[in-house]
């Protein structure tokens, strides 16, 4: 079961870390993600470290701002989110995908999903 938290209303320019906690398995070796979804659109990958946060993946949008990491002895993967914008506002899911040999950006290889914390951003 994956959980996510730290979601919230945040003015733009602001910052969020969200927070994935893995229980009932580890996932010290899977590669590890967030996706968002906002209202009305698809989901979209945000970012993936592998299991020895050795190499990270981030969409184009986020880079510079998003930093993804994990703490495998916790099994909690993070998403540090600075310098908000309004659109990223939408629903932030975290996943894991069992092949550690692959940092993919594509939501079909992620086994494990959890519930969404949303995040708004108002300008």
């Known amino acids: 079961q994956l959980v996510e938290s730290g979601g919230e209303l945040v003015q733009a320019g602001g910052s969020l870390r969200l927070t994935c906690a893995a229980s009932?398995?580890?996932?010290?070796?899977?590669?590890m993600g967030w996706f968002r979804q906002a209202p009305g659109k698809e989901r979209d990958f945000v970012a993936a470290?592998?299991?020895?946060?050795?190499?990270?993946n981030y969409a184009d949008s986020v880079k510079g701002r998003f930093t993804i990491s994990r703490d495998n002895l916790k099994n909690t993967v993070y998403l540090q989110m600075n310098s908000l914008r309004p659109e990223d506002s939408a629903v932030y899911y975290c996943?894991?995908?069992?092949?550690?040999?692959?940092?993919?950006?594509?939501?079909?290889?992620?086994?494990?999903w959890g519930q969404g914390t949303r995040v708004t951003v108002s300008s």
């Open positions: 470290i592998s299991w020895n946060a050795r190499n990270t």
């Open positions: 009932g398995r580890t996932v010290s070796i899977y590669t």
């Open positions: 996943a894991a995908d069992e092949s550690p040999a692959r940092i993919s950006s594509t939501a079909t290889y992620y086994k494990y």
